[in-house]
């Protein structure tokens, strides 16, 4: 590993839910180290292994791999009730946590007074909500950008926390009372929490960004853990039926301070259909019986909140703009198996509008409520693919599938995951090694 080191992005190329959580744990087998560089608890990454599951939001999915170094970068918004409490369950389970990660000093803390924004905003909007988590992310970045916000490193300094505390909370607090009527949040008990908190997580937190060059030198391996989607990319994605942060593979540098030449590999992941939790536009989405039994089958409920995913099918103009945004070296492909019941399976290869026209990529919400997907219709297999670890296990009609979306997107699918366990791929090529299988 110390030869031939690389570094990978791994990141989601739809809507969030590919199945990123189990294609890192998958691949740290073969890295020294786990980064997230954005987002924050809305995240839910499922891992299965021996059929036990975990879910994950903000420890990074190296964690089941003993011995492999969990970072949390500059990027990434923390909310440190969440993640202490997710570090207790881990370490209750007996996963070893709090030795192996580390917490950037530079990350964003998310404060009561995020979470309550969140949810009164979400209220407001009435029938436009975002449908976010409800987990503080928008009001937290919003703080960084307004430079106004806390970070990790701050919660260690008692007199610069009450200094910094003082007047954002009169700021929020102002908004929360007079704008929105509700109850202000007690000053005192916040700053207790927020002291609290420091002294349960001083030992994590440090200047992450260091001690990744430090990994780099000694010739480490890194895994860059993407969160949510690029269609949820607070720039590329369907503004504003996004998430706060750029999930997209340029913020993998500036959200952990490795250089944009440092990354070597961008694994994307795709479902072999799509989903979507919260409001905004799917030109795929399916209501009828297909819809069903793609969320039937896939298990489609949201990991953070439970609430059921919207399911459609594959939207390869969506992809192929995601594979060009993140500069995709290769494709990932899950949950193959669950079209494994489909008759004929459909991929839409063209947006047009109502008239039949070809449209332009849309940049607005009335734009992308105008687009008509095209689709074309390739038959299915038919026959079980659940579990298949071998290429030439697959039947016909799911490699002729494989293929059709590499040639549309220009992009080599290296992986496709065939169940939820970490044994169900098939490694066509490891990120990590300079050769194909
Ligand atoms: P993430 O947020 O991208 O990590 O994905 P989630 O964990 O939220 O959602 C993916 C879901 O699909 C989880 O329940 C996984 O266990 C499951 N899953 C992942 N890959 C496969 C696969 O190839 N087949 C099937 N049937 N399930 C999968
Ligand atoms: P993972 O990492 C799917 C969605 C929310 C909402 C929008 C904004 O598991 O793929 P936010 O709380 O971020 O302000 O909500 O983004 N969303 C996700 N959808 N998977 C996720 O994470 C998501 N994180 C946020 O449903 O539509
Ligand atoms: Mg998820």
């Known amino acids: 590993m110390t030869t031939n080191a690389k570094n990978v992005i791994v990141l989601g190329t739809q809507w969030g839910d590919e199945g990123k959580g189990k294609i890192v744990d998958l691949l740290t087998e073969s890295a020294d180290a786990v980064v997230r560089f954005q987002g924050g608890h809305n995240a839910g990454h499922t891992l299965i292994i021996n059929g036990e599951k975990t879910v994950l939001h903000l420890v990074p999915s190296g964690i089941l791999r003993p011995g492999v170094q969990c970072l949390v970068g500059n990027g990434v918004v923390i909310e440190p009730a969440s993640l202490l409490e997710e570090i207790r369950k881990l370490e209750a389970a007996g996963v070893t946590v709090a030795d192996r990660l580390r917490i950037s000093r530079a990350a964003p803390v998310i404060m009561p007074y995020h979470i309550r924004l969140d ?62 009527h509700d109850q202000p949040l007690d000053f005192d008990n916040t700053y207790q929490q927020a002291l609290d908190w420091g002294a349960a997580l001083k030992n994590n937190i440090t200047d992450v960004t260091s001690e990744l060059h430090q990994l780099q030198n000694a010739g480490k391996s890194l895994l860059l853990e993407g969160a949510q989607g690029s269609l949820l990319d607070i720039d590329h994605g369907t503004y504003p039926y996004v998430t706060s942060s750029n999930t997209t593979a340029g913020n993998a540098a500036t959200g952990t301070g490795l250089g944009p030449t440092d990354l070597d590999y961008v694994l994307g992941i795709t479902k072999a259909y799509t989903t979507r939790v919260g409001s905004g536009p799917f030109p795929t989405e399916l209501f009828d019986d297909n819809g069903r039994l793609l969320a039937e089958r896939g298990v489609e409920f949201g990991a953070t909140t439970g609430r059921p995913r919207r399911c459609g099918w594959l939207d390869l103009v969506a992809l192929k703009r995601a594979v060009r945004i993140n500069g995709v070296t290769g494709l990932c492909i899950t949950k193959l198996d ?87 791929n098939i490694i066509r090529h490891n990120p990590f090694s300079s050769h194909s299988t």
């Not at 200094?163 to 929360?176: E, G, Q, R």
């Not at 947006?351 to 687009?371: E, I, L, N, R």
């Not at 074309?376 to 297999?381: A, D, E, K, V």
């Open 119 to 180: 949810q009164l905003r979400e209220k407001a909007r009435g029938g436009e909500a975002i449908g976010t988590t409800g987990r503080g992310i928008g009001p937290a970045y919003e703080d960084k950008v307004a430079r106004r916000g806390l970070r990790m490193g701050d919660l260690l300094d008692a007199r610069r926390l009450k200094k910094l505390l003082k007047p954002v909370m009169d700021y929020h607090n102002f908004v929360i009372q007079h704008y929105f």
């Open 338 to 424: 669950v079209l494994d019941a489909f008759e004929d399976i459909k991929l839409c290869i063209e947006y047009v509008d109502d008239a039949g026209q070809p449209m332009a990529f849309p940049m607005s919400t009335s734009a992308w409520k105008a687009v008509k997907p095209r689709y074309i219709s390739l038959p299915g297999w038919k026959t079980q693919t659940r579990g298949i670890t071998h290429w030439h296990d697959l039947p016909e009609n799911a490699k002729t599938f494989i293929h059709t979306i590499e040639k549309y997107t220009g992009s080599p699918a290296h992986i496709i995951s065939t169940g939820p366990d970490r044994t169900e």
